[in-house]
Nanobody, 130 residues
Framework: QVQLVESGGGLVQPGGSLRLSCAAS????????IGWFRQAPGKEREGVAC????????FYADSVKGRFTISRDIAKNTVYLQMNSLKPEDTAVYYC???????????????????????WGQGTQVTVSS
């Protein structure tokens, strides 16, 4: 059973930075995508970024491109989301998520398709406010 545990959320001023971490375990194959979604109050859950564990390729939503960076530490089985130049509209609960259907996962990130994800973390709050 896949387990995903997020950490690193908090309160930050506009223009600041935060790094989220997702400790992952339980995968039985290297063929999966892992990344981040977010959900603001009253809004749909939206894709932020993902990484193909198979080949290391990364994908981003247009709203975060150039500001957020997803990366991984293979030895630690941990995925990171470095968030820079944060804006108030980045305020949301951020969820780590993983799925074996890499193309579908990528579409949910870059094309805004509804997330069809099999494994979710518990979420971590990110608040951007002065």
């Amino acid at each position: 059973q896949v387990q995903l545990v997020e950490s690193g959320g908090g309160l930050v001023q506009p223009g600041g930075s935060l790094r989220l971490s997702c400790a992952a375990s339980g995968f039985t194959s290297n063929y999966y995508a892992i990344g981040w979604f977010r959900q603001a109050p009253g809004k749909e859950r939206e894709g932020v970024a993902c990484l193909s564990n198979y080949d290391g390729k990364t994908f981003y939503a247009d709203s975060v491109k150039g500001r957020f960076t997803i990366s991984r530490d293979i030895a630690k089985n941990t995925v990171y989301l470095q968030m820079n130049s944060l804006k108030p509209e980045d305020t949301a609960v951020y969820y780590c998520a993983a799925d074996i259907n890499i193309p579908k996962y990528v579409r949910s990130i870059v094309a805004g398709y509804p997330p069809a994800i099999s494994s979710w973390g518990q979420g971590t709050q990110v608040t951007v406010s002065s």
